[in-house]
T-cell receptor, first 120, second 113 residues
Framework: AQKITQTQPGMFVQEKEAVTLDCTYDTSDPSYGLFWYKQPSSGEMIFLIYQGSYDQQNATEGRYSLNFQKARKSANLVISASQLGDSAMYFCAMREAYFFSGGSNYKLTFGKGTLLTVNP | NAGVTQTPKFQVLKTGQSMTLQCAQDMNHNSMYWYRQDPGMGLRLIYYSASEGTTDKGEVPNGYNVSRLNKREFSLRLESAAPSQTSVYFC????????????FGNGTRLTVT
């Protein structure tokens, strides 16, 4: 079963409008983290925002905010006042702990992404 | 600041050839990762390493080997390349803290003919 689901392969938004990119997740780890990354056409991966499972408030970073609904296991990214430069692929990712002989660490599982196009 | 450096940026191989993708980070991170990105598949974890001397298989390890040479370097080797390994490969590193994001290299675009 998929751990991270992004149901919108593509989204369109008009410049200056807000857009919500959906992400649902599945985990049995009570202490997990959720990340959003942006990948423009140039290919680099850019970290946008983080939400921890125990965080009481929704994360915000400038025009990015995370609509975290823990009971529904969703962590949607909201981009306000869209700009042409926001056109990119957006990935939701979940961090879970794993254990090895030397201790514990974390690994990130990514969704398949949503391609956002901002129209002028 | 260099961050995470991957080499080469592009590579074309024939089926059966071998090669090693190099990755180095200068952020003193303990954790390092190799992902592959294919259209419509997102990023899939190949191998990861919590510290020097430890490596673990990810979601798609078949056909690959890794070496965590030291804290800075984490290489990915294809012993006998196959067309199914045509992909973009990303190396990443992070601190060993829960909220630490992954820092990615710029990727290696590999084509196997």
């Amino acid at each position: 079963a998929q751990k991270i689901t992004q149901t919108q392969p593509g989204m369109f938004v008009q410049e200056k409008e807000a857009v919500t990119l959906d992400c649902t997740y599945d985990t049995s780890d009570p202490s997990y983290g959720l990340f959003w990354y942006k990948q423009p056409s140039s290919g680099e991966m850019i970290f946008l925002i983080y939400q921890g499972s125990y965080d009481q408030q929704n994360a915000t970073e400038g025009r990015y905010s995370l609509n975290f609904q823990k009971a529904r296991k969703s962590a949607n990214l909201v981009i306000s006042a869209s700009q042409l430069g926001d056109s990119a692929m957006y990935f939701c990712a979940m961090r879970e702990a794993y254990f090895f002989s030397g201790g514990s660490n974390y690994k990130l599982t990514f969704g398949k992404g949503t391609l956002l196009t901002v129209n002028p | 600041n260099a961050g995470v450096t991957q080499t080469p940026k592009f590579q074309v191989l024939k089926t059966g050839q071998s090669m090693t993708l190099q990755c180095a980070q200068d952020m003193n991170h303990n954790s390092m990762y190799w992902y592959r990105q294919d259209p419509g598949m997102g990023l899939r974890l190949i191998y990861y390493s919590a510290s020097e001397g430890t490596t673990d298989k990810g979601e798609v390890p078949n056909g690959y080997n890794v070496s965590r040479l030291n804290k800075r370097e984490f290489s990915l080797r294809l012993e006998s390349a196959a067309p199914s390994q045509t992909s973009v490969y990303f190396c990443a590193s992070s601190e060993s803290r829960h909220a630490s994001p992954l820092h990615f290299g710029n990727g290696t675009r590999l084509t196997v003919t």
